[in-house]
């Protein structure tokens, strides 16, 4: 990369009354998707301190904080700032209680076969359940901008990987196995982006036919996210 130069350093300064600047930054709306499932969840309608909180180990059904959405109106964003979508998102991650309201992050290691199967194979079940069923509309004003299905079309840019071992401890005690699965390829890129204008409501659904219950019988996390560039006025 050439050294910036001074024209650069004016291109990119914070401080600039009266003017508009344009960083990277992404929207994003997180639910808990309870194990009996939806016919329909609505992201981007509750901002930070409405709605209940997604977050794991967070109080049951107290309100969402900025680990959930960094929405800051309902359905809108406010005056002076514009949102470039470029890109959709949808994550989900398996969840190791049913209680109602409350996610906690399932751990991915089974001790042995039994649980194995039931909660190590649970979890990727979980995943696969949700990725290739249901569809996802984006909403602007009264108009559909976007519809596609199924859910798994829509693949997180970031997610968790690693390495798996299996190994074999006594004839009892039969497996120690490490469980993991997540919606890949593609990213889902808006051609060409849309603009979301200060005041405009906006929302994104997932929808299912009929509900879908996740096969571990385990509340899971649900988001989508909305990547692109925020515009707004400089300090």
């Not at 290739?132 to 079309?153: H, W």
């Not at 988001?223 to 707004?232: A, I, M, Q």
């Amino acid at each position: 990369m050439a050294t910036p130069t001074l024209a650069d350093l004016q291109r990119y300064r914070v401080n600039r009354a009266g003017e508009p600047e344009v960083v990277r930054q992404s929207l994003y709306d997180f639910q808990v998707y309870p194990t009996a499932g939806l016919t329909q969840i609505t992201f981007f309608s509750q901002p930070v301190g409405q709605g209940k909180t997604s977050s794991s180990g967070a109080v049951a059904a107290s309100a969402k904080t900025r680990a959930d959405t960094n929405m800051e109106l309902a359905g809108q964003l406010p005056r002076f700032k514009n949102q470039l979508v470029e890109c959709i998102e949808v994550h989900f991650a398996a969840g190791s209680v049913s209680t109602t309201d409350t996610f906690t992050l399932a751990n991915i290691t089974a001790f042995n076969t039994a649980a194995s199967a039931a909660v190590g194979g649970g979890q990727v079940n979980d995943i696969n359940a949700i990725a290739v069923t249901g569809s996802l509309q984006f909403f602007i004003g009264s108009k559909v901008y976007l519809e596609e299905a199924p859910i798994g079309r829509f693949p997180p840019k970031t997610r968790l990987e690693f390495d798996a071992a299996v190994a074999s401890t006594s004839a009892t005690a039969g497996e120690n196995v490490f469980s993991h699965a997540y919606m890949s390829g593609r990213p889902y890129y808006l051609e060409p982006p849309v603009v979301l204008t200060d005041s405009q409501n906006f929302n994104v659904q997932l929808n299912w036919p009929v509900a879908i219950a996740t096969p571990s019988g385990f509340n899971g996390r649900i988001g989508v996210v909305l990547d692109g560039y925020l515009f707004r006025a400089a300090q």
